[in-house]
C-alpha cells in the first residue's frame, strides 16, 4: 500500500483510507464533511502544458497597458508594474510589496515551480528539488489574488468612464484570461503531484495506524506515525505537529491587531485628489456613496461588502472560534466549521479596495488638471486584511473537534 493512502482531514482530523475517484467527484470526510480530495486527471504532461500556456499569458499581461485614459489632449495608460511603482513612489511602500507579492512574485513562483515540476514528471524523472517547488506552489497559491485584482481592474474601469475618455489596452482581455486559465491551474493540486512523484520510485508500506497515533503534514499531507513529533516530515521535511503551536493564542494575537487597524483603515482617507478645484479625501465609505449615486448600486454593494462588512465579519467570526475553541465548547462543531471554512474563502476578497486604489493613483495624473495619491488609510486597510489573513491560517480548526469523541477508527473517504 502507497504511503499516501492515508490522509487526514485537514478540518476535524480524523483519518481516512484514501479510496480513488473519478474526475469531478469529490471525497469528503464522513465526520465534517469536508472536502479531503478531489478526482482529477493526473496526467503531469496535460498539467504542464495547461501551466505553460498559463505562464506565457501571465507575460503578456503583465507586460501590456491595461487601460488607457485621455482627458483634454491628455493621456495616461497603466501597467500593473507600473501602477505599483507609482505606490512606491508615493511614499506607500509596504502596499506597494503587498501588491507586487500577491499578484506578481507569487503567482510568478507558483507557475513557475508548477512547470517546473509538472515537466519533470511527465518525463518521468522525480527531480531532487521536487519538494521545494510543491511547498513553493503550496505557499504562493494562498497569498496569490489574481482573481480579486481582475474584479478591481473592471471597478476602476467603471469608476474612470465617469472622469476620461476610456481605452481598453490588450492588458485586460490578457488578465481577463489569465483568471480562467488559473481557475484551471488551482485544481492542479501540489499533493496529487507528490504522490505522481513517489509512484517514481519504490515507498515503504503505509503504517497501520490508529487515530492516536498518527500526525498529518500540514503542508504535503503525508501520515507519520507519532513517534515523528517534533520532527520533520519524511517527505517534505516540514515540521511536524500535533496542532499549530500556540494557535489560539497567536489568532487572538494577529485579531487584536487588526480591530485596533480596523478603525483607523475607515477613519482615515484612502485616496486624495488634487485638482484645478481644490483638494478632496476620499474614504472607503465615500467611495462607496460615490458609486451609488453615479447610478452604480451593484459596484457599491460589491466595494461595501468586500472591503467593510468582510473585514468586520471575518474579525467577529474568528474571534467566536477562537473564543469557542479556548473553552473546548462542544457547541455546533459542524456550524464552526463552516463558518471557518468561510472565512478562509472570503478572506483575500478584502483586497479589492486596494487593487483598485492601486490602479486608480497610476491612472490620474493629469497634473494641472487632476491627480489622485495614496492616503494613510489605505497602509491601514492594507493591514487589516493582511492580519485577518493570518489570523485565520494560525487558527487550527481541528480544536473545534477536540472535545467531541470521534466515531470509530480509521474511516473509509
Known sequence: MHRYDLISCHDCGVLHSRRPVRPREKARCVRCRSVLYRGIHSDASRMAAITMATLIVFLIAQCSPIVQLEVNGGVT?????????????????????????????????????????????????????????????????????MEVLMIG????????????????????????????????????????LWNLADS???????????????LSCHVCGLVSPNTQAHKRCPRCNARLHHRHPDSIAR?????????ILYIPANLLPVMYTHSMFGKEDDTIISGVLYFWES??????????????????????????????????????????????????????WSMLDIFVITLTVALVRFQ???????????????????????ASMQFDPRLIWDPIPPNGEKQDA
Not at 158 to 185: C, D, N, R, Y
Not at 251 to 259: C, H, M, R, V
Not at 374 to 389: Q, Y
Open 77 to 145: 495608460r497603466a501597467t500593473l508594474m507600473g501602477a505599483i511603482l507609482v505606490l512606491w513612489h508615493q511614499h506607500m511602500p509596504l502596499v506597494a510589496a503587498a501588491v507586487f507579492l500577491s499578484t506578481i512574485l507569487l503567482p510568478a513562483i507558483e507557475l513557475l515551480s508548477l512547470l517546473h515540476a509538472t515537466l519533470a514528471l511527465a518525463r518521468g524523472h522525480k527531480p531532487k528539488s521536487i519538494n521545494l517547488l510543491l511547498y513553493s506552489v503550496h505557499l504562493a497559491r494562498r497569498w496569490g489574488m
Open 153 to 192: 481592474i473592471l471597478i476602476t474601469i467603471v469608476k474612470m468612464t465617469s472622469l476620461a475618455t476610456v481605452v481598453l489596452e490588450p492588458g485586460l482581455f490578457a488578465f481577463g484570461a489569465l483568471t480562467l486559465m488559473l481557475a484551471i491551474v488551482v485544481s492542479f493540486n501540489p499533493k496529487t
Open 200 to 214: 517514481l520510485t519504490p515507498q515503504p508500506p503505509a503504517p497501520q495506524l490508529a487515530p492516536d497515533e498518527a
Open 251 to 259: 489568532t487572538w494575537a494577529f485579531l487584536i491587531a487588526a480591530a
Open 295 to 348: 447610478g452604480s448600486p451593484a459596484l457599491a454593494t460589491i466595494i461595501f461588502v468586500a472591503s467593510i462588512v468582510v473585514p468586520l465579519l471575518k474579525l467577529a467570526a474568528l474571534s467566536l472560534l477562537a473564543w469557542t475553541s479556548q473553552r473546548r465548547s462542544r457547541w455546533r462543531p459542524m456550524q464552526r466549521t463552516l463558518l471557518y471554512r468561510l472565512v478562509e474563502f472570503v478572506g483575500r
Open 368 to 390: 494641472t488638471m487632476a491627480t489622485i495619491t495614496a492616503g494613510r488609510g489605505a497602509l491601514a486597510f492594507c493591514a487589516v486584511v493582511i492580519l485577518t489573513m493570518i
